[in-house]
Nanobody
Framework: QVLLVESGGGLVQPGGSLRLSCRAP???????????MGWYRQAPGKQRELVAR???????EYADSVKGRFAISRDNSRKTVTLQMNSLKPEDTSIYYC?????????WGQGTQVTVGS
């Protein structure tokens, strides 16, 4: 079982920024590098959707709705993946989940709430 621990959610005004972090405290470094790491989100009544992910080789993919506003990065030495979210909009309000994917085996963090509003 893969343990993923998220932090950084909260309440922010429209146009503001938040930084989400996810670490894998029980993984050893060499194993962490074999996982594609990502962030998904799920709003009430909606399906979970991909926000961004970064592969083992460093390739990045973003949902169209966040391109140009969000940036994903990974630090293998710290076994951490980070999502920098800028220019936040009310429609970004959701629970954000960290993910670790290895050959189709997908693991999730517990989720962190992001609320964009006044």
């Amino acid at each position: 079982q893969v343990l993923l621990v998220e932090s950084g959610g909260g309440l922010v005004q429209p146009g503001g920024s938040l930084r989400l972090s996810c670490r894998a405290p029980r993984m050893i470094f060499s194993v962490f590098t074999t996982y594609t790491m990502g962030w998904y989100r799920q709003a009430p009544g909606k399906q979970r959707e991909l926000v961004a992910r970064v592969t083992t080789g460093g390739s990045k993919e973003y949902a169209d709705s966040v391109k140009g506003r969000f940036a994903i990065s990974r630090d293998n030495s710290r076994k951490t993946v980070t999502l920098q979210m800028n220019s936040l909009k009310p429609e970004d309000t959701s629970i954000y989940y960290c993910s670790a994917d290895q050959d189709g085996s997908l693991y999730w963090g517990q989720g962190t709430q992001v609320t964009v509003g006044s």
